[in-house]
């Protein structure tokens, strides 16, 4: 109905492209520069070191973010707070023995008898982030649909990269608790297997929001147990099941207005490389994407990389679409409350945001947004809604932080005054 | 490459990066482009007095926004179309042959008091152009009344006529002159058939809501019916009171005024009905003879009561 009556007209929104092609093998990054945000960089690693493909650089704290491997031959160029910087070089004899060695050593994650949690373990090893891989549900959901529209790879990956799938889904039947897993395709696509329960969902974006995925799987709104991942994910681990080696790849949608393609670029590959590499050139004005072209985020630089959960990277041309101008107020037409998926009013939301009144977005259920994007899609007045409802929710996170702590301050004065113990105590509340 | 990288200037925004490409402009456009036939078919049956005061309304709107915006100290935005709009509507509820004083009147009237007092565009709780035609109708009762300005015509004012003359002398109005806009009342808010094709290109292209104008007219047509059935001897056809007065003009262009009506298909229903229903109510128990702008002003009053119907948020927990 919205489609038709509405502002979904966009046939890009029909998140089903007929795009069945294999993967093109992205280029090899000339530098690449790796998130090190919270990493602890591994002994010896320091700039000027030599590296080799798949060489561990650095280590994430948390057992839940995998580790950061180099994805080239080359020596580190620079290494500060949030990045390391990898320059690619010709491999000395010694770089190409390392990385021999590397291949040598590959796990046969199929043959290992661990599961849960040791098995986590083992793949944050091999560098993936098992964060988000469904390891608290009863159901598991996997999320087959193109995230945003315009990435396309999600079709070619269910139709031509079977073999990789089949193998991600072996290792997450072992690593996720959940009884079911279940496959959520697009209603279009006639997609049966004898050993996947694949579940048919609508198409027409945001149906590929995971809360929505999970509404239209289990009929009900953020059920308990029900735990939900994206294919992209699953890729990683068939890609790391059926190699043994360490990721050090992704797979992403390059696109313009005119060019669009997938290609399994090497972690860490700068924007600019790879636009280079599709053929698309920039121009002034021009808003460059990582992520999708509704939730992603603009970059400023070309040297900004991209990283295993990237699933996309696109050129907005200028002109293709009203510019956004500074000051824009809300003109209540209405259009963002009849898109809203989750049924709010986007417009209160962002005028209550934008004069600082976010504690009335409390009321207005500001947390139920799925963040989606349509509500900026639709206003006719180009506001900045959703970013106005990002700066709510943070605002209000920020608030619940700080009350929390008040809280606990207060708490432990009182059992300092209690028990006279008021070091310890202090210490606990901070 | 890197050279390449330092020479491109990148435009950095928040997402969504596409977006469904109608601005506030190009809305307000459509809404003219829809509003044409109207006007069109005003000019037909008027000549060049319509023009006249449709032009007038419209300058005496534009301008008074700017000046408005300078005074406010505000950025100038007349070239969003939207006080071109609200203009022609004003001028759309006028008789062709109001004089000029009594245009500019209305203009500013609408655009100061019924826009720029509440802080601009979309703030203002009651429909603009209803607010200068109001402020007209009640100062000025005789020169507002199409009937006692258009007197050479051979057209018949068929409200006048169901009210004065009864139900036979109302229904002996052809309906295709009914339709043509061959009948006395405001300018443009008789032209009916015409206002119905553009009304329903602009509800079919979701430029305004279709919810709101459906419910309008059954609001409208329901109760029309009913009486008609009970008597048709004292009550006028559905479809007579659907082509008369200002109805469709109400019903497609003033009721969906966004942002003093409910935003959510049901309240909007609603909204609908009951302007509609009120507009029957108006005509047969009222004073006034149409009482569709009286009937819209009254239910964008009620928007604030209507909004309160909503769902519940996804996955919100009832509290
Ligand atoms: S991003 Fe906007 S449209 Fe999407 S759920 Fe949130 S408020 Fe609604
Ligand atoms: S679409 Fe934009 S202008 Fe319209 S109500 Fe929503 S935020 Fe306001």
Known sequence: MKEVFQMLNDPRFHLLYGVTQR??????????????????????????????PRMRLAVHPSPLRGDAFSPIFGRISEINERSIFVEAVEPTEE????????????????????????????????????????????????????????????????????????????????????????????????????????????????ASVNALVVKAVTGRENPDGVGIVGLHNVWSLGRVARTGLPLIETVLTIGSLEHSGNY???????????????????????????????????????????????????????????????????INCGACVLICPARLSPGLLSRNAEFALHERNRAEHIECCLECGLCGYVCIARRPVLQYIRLSKYKLAQADAAAKLEELRSASAESAAASGNASAAQQGGA | MSAAATSVLLAMSAPPYWHCGRTIRQVSLYMLAGLMPAAVMAVCNWGLPAARVMALCVVTAVLVEALCQKVMGRELSVDDFTAVNAGLLLSFLLPAAAPWWLVMLGACIAVTLGKMAFGGLGTNPVNTPLVGWAVLFVSFPLLM??????????????LIRLRYFGV???EAIPFTDLLLGRQIGGLGAGQAGALFLGGSLLAAFGIIRWQIALGFFLGVAGPAALCHMLDPALNASPFFHLCTGSVLLGGFFLATEPANAP????????????????????????VYVDGTPFAVLLVNLLTPLLDLIRPKPFGARSS
Not at chain 1, 32 to 40: T, V
Not at chain 1, 130 to 145: E, F, M, V, W, Y
Not at chain 1, 321 to 328: T, Y
Not at chain 2, 265 to 271: A, G, H, K, Q
Request: overall charge neutral.
């Open chain 2, 145 to 158: 009344d199409p009937n006692a300005m258009q007197l050479a015509t051979d057209y018949a004012d068929p």
């Open chain 1, 23 to 52: 993967f093109s093998t992205g280029p090899e990054p000339q530098l690449a520069r790796l998130n090190r945000e919270g990493f602890k960089l591994v002994e010896g690693v320091t700039r000027k070191t030599l590296v080799h």
């Open chain 2, 168 to 170: 036979a002398a109302a």
């Open chain 1, 264 to 330: 399994i670029v090497k972690e860490g590959s700068t924007i600019g490389e790879l636009l280079h590499f599709a053929n698309i050139e920039l121009k002034n004005g021009d808003t460059l994407v990582r992520g999708g072209p509704l939730r992603g985020e603009s970059l400023d630089r070309l040297d900004r990389s991209v990283t295993k959960g990237s699933t996309g990277v696109f050129v907005v041309e200028a002109g293709t679409i009203p510019p956004m101008q500074g000051h824009s107020p809300c």
């Open chain 1, 95 to 206: 770089q190409r023995q390392a990385a021999e060695n590397v291949e040598k050593n590959r796990v046969d994650l199929l043959t290992l008898p661990e599961r849960g949690a040791e098995l986590g373990m083992i793949l944050k090893g091999l560098g993936l982030n098992t964060r988000s891989l469904g390891q608290h549900c009863k159901t598991l959901i996997i999320n087959a649909l193109n995230p945003d529209p315009g990435v396309t790879w999600a079709e070619p990956m269910l139709l031509t990269h079977l073999d990789t799938l089949k193998a991600g889904l072996e290792v997450l039947r072992r690593l996720s608790p959940a009884e079911r897993i279940l496959l959520a395709v697009p209603r279009e696509m006639r997609l049966h297997h004898h050993d996947m329960e694949v579940v048919h969902v609508p198409s027409q974006y945001p």
């Open chain 2, 263 to 286: 935003s959510r298909p049901l309240p909007m229903f609603i909204y609908g009905l009951l302007g509609g229903a009120l507009t029957i109510a108006i005509r047969k128990y009222g």
